[in-house]
């Protein structure tokens, strides 16, 4: 099974916890099980490409269990977790391997993308043009 790239939107105070190292899962409800590489896009007020994360492994079980095993490196509270993952059967932990960190921002149009991903795009392998930018 050949591994995935995809770009995910998430919100500028859950990356600032993953740069610091605080946060080294993230939480989703769908999600493709065999990633390689995340772009990370910042949502408002950021609204650009800032990262790239390599991809450990994908957990999925139910919420109860994934917050037992990640908890620790969650970055945010069970509060928060429990109300994103209400009514939800299975959840999603991505562990981040590594985060390498644009030095420039990029916009969405280098990939060649118009909108922002609701859930997650694939973008297949064009990611290698954002390194070293």
Known sequence: MENKNIILS?????????????KTYEYRKK???NLN???????MPIKKIVAIIEVEQVISD???????????????SKDFF????????????????NIYKLNVPQPLSV?????SPQ???????SIEKLYGK
């Open 82 to 97: 429990s109300s994103y993952f209400k009514y939800k059967k299975i959840a999603h932990a991505i562990k981040i391997r």
């Open 10 to 22: 998430i919100h500028p105070c859950h990356i600032e916890k993953i740069f610091s190292g605080e």
């Open 37 to 43: 590489k995340i772009i990370v896009y910042a949502t």
């Open 111 to 115: 990939l060649n993308i118009k909108n």
């Open 62 to 76: 139910t919420p109860n269990i994934i917050w037992q095993k990640t908890k620790k490196q969650s970055g945010i």
């Open 119 to 125: 859930s997650y795009m694939y973008i297949g392998d």
């Open 31 to 33: 999600i493709p099980s």
